[in-house]
């Protein structure tokens, strides 16, 4: 009997990204911590359309997002292990992240069963695994809203959103060039999101885009196919994935930027 894992892919983005497999970093990473201990990995829908990743540049993320998992011949205890003792290293450097969030984000389903489980071993019930699929398909319908909704500024076309989240607090006139990802201008209509940056609470700004092109410095291959991870060591060479063709997808307003290029302020009729 052949053991396999199936993992989800998922695209926010549908309506306006369409024909794409994508997952986010997190969810990579785990492909790739699975494949190298030896798993058949697929990633569904089992198709031939190649697997692209959802990376955020301006926000830290930890496995914010839900990762499943379809275990198929394949005990849920090795799997629950090798993910618990990769995030248990990790969490250790992460004292701002909580565990419970986290486990409750990765989700193991034993096929043979059709068990829903999560890092803790706890089983979801039928209602809580409904409630986990309609939480997916309201982030992808709200994206879908937000995204049809146009500008009432000529001049300017692209939404801002909030914390990475399907709601528009303004508009903007973005440019990208070789120097990267500038907003020539925007309006904030969110009088809350407006007092905010004027007190400092919301600090920056961050881009999600799709990797469509990257390469891994280790083996120099394709990020998304080979089994290395950035961050990591290997024979004492750091790992660095190398992003050489992605396409923007939102702008978001955050409260903690880690990259002090990302910062914002309010500039009034040219003035701070």
Known sequence: MRRYIEIDSFNP????FPNRKLVDKDTLTLIKLLREDGHDVIIKPRNDIPVQYLFKKGILEFFTNPFYAYLSSIPTG?????????????????????KKEIYNNIIIIDNSKNIFSNLDGKNFTKGEQIDLKKKKEKIQANFGQCL??????????????YEHKPRIVGWSSIIVDDMGIKIKDSQIIDKNIFRKIETGKIKGGSMTGIAE??????????????????????????????????????????????????????VKNGNK
Request: proline share 8%; charged share 25%.
């Open 13 to 16: 983005y549908e309506k306006y």
């Open 78 to 98: 090795i799997v629950l292990n090798l993910i618990s003792d990769y995030l248990k290293k990790k969490l250790e450097r992460k004292p701002e992240v909580t």
């Open 148 to 161: 049809d909704l146009r500008s009432p500024y000529p001049n300017l076309p692209t939404p801002i959103f």
């Open 213 to 266: 092109k990257s390469v891994c410095s280790i083996c120099g291959s394709d990020y998304v196919n080979c089994n290395h991870i950035a961050g990591e060591k290997y024979n004492n060479n750091d790992c660095i994935n190398h992003i050489e063709k992605a396409t923007g997808v939102e702008f978001s307003l955050v409260k903690n930027p880690i990259n002090p290029e990302c910062l914002v302020s309010i």
